[in-house]
C-alpha cells in the first residue's frame, strides 16, 4: 500500500530539492499528479504518494551529481537498477518520495515514461517547458504551460484520475 505524504512535509521536501536543482543551474518543472492536483485546488492533496519533478535527460549527469548532494541532506537514492527513466529519492524519517523523472526529446516533443511494470509514454510539446512559474506552498516552483495536462493525462484530465493519459510502451 501506497503511503501518503503529509503536505507540510512534501512541500519541505520541494523546497530542498529544488533548492539544489536550481543552485546546480537544472531545469525542472513539477510534474505529473502533485501538479494537476495542485491545478485544479491549489492544494498539497491529501492522497499524493510523490512529488514529481521533470528534467531532462540531457541534464542527466549534473542530476546524478544533484542526487549526490541531497545524499549529503540525508536523502536516500530509492531507485531501482531497471528504472533507468528517473532517479527516486527519499527524505530521511519523514519517508517523502522524490522522483527526478526524465523527459527525452523525439523532435518537437519530449516524452517522459512512467509505471511499473505498466510502463506508458507521457508526450508532450516542447514549448510547454518554459520558464512559468507559480507559488506553492511558499515556495516559486517551475511548472509547464497549461497545455501539459491534457497533452499527459487527456481530455479528461480535471477528472483528475491516477494512471489516466499515456500510451503503453511495448
Known amino acids: 500500500m501506497m503511503a ?7 512541500a519541505t521536501a ?6 539544489v536543482l536550481e543552485a546546480a543551474g537544472i531545469r525542472y518543472w513539477l510534474g505529473r499528479g502533485l501538479f494537476r492536483h ?14 514529481d519533478l521533470h528534467v531532462l535527460r540531457e541534464d542527466e549527469d549534473a542530476v546524478r551529481v544533484a542526487a549526490t548532494t541531497l545524499e549529503e541532506m540525508h536523502y536516500e537514492v530509492i531507485s ?3 528504472q533507468k527513466n528517473k532517479i527516486t529519492l527519499r527524505r530521511g524519517e519523514s519517508k517523502v518520495e522524490v522522483e527526478l523523472v526524465f523527459l527525452n526529446r523525439d523532435g518537437e516533443f519530449l516524452w517522459h515514461q512512467a509505471g511499473w511494470p505498466d510502463r506508458r509514454r507521457y508526450d508532450c510539446p ?17 511548472v509547464p504551460d497549461e ?12 477528472a483528475n484520475e491516477k494512471g489516466t493519459g499515456g500510451a503503453p510502451v511495448v
Open 126 to 142: 516542447a514549448r510547454a517547458f518554459g520558464d512559468r512559474r507559480l507559488e506553492m506552498f511558499d515556495i516559486l516552483v517551475r
Open 4 to 10: 501518503f505524504i503529509d503536505p507540510t512535509e512534501g
Open 80 to 82: 531501482r537498477a531497471e
Open 38 to 51: 495542485f491545478t485544479l485546488r491549489h492544494e498539497f492533496g491529501d492522497k499524493q504518494g510523490d512529488v
Open 14 to 19: 520541494l523546497r530542498e530539492v529544488i533548492g
Open 147 to 158: 497545455e501539459y495536462l491534457p497533452a499527459v493525462f487527456g481530455p479528461g484530465w480535471e
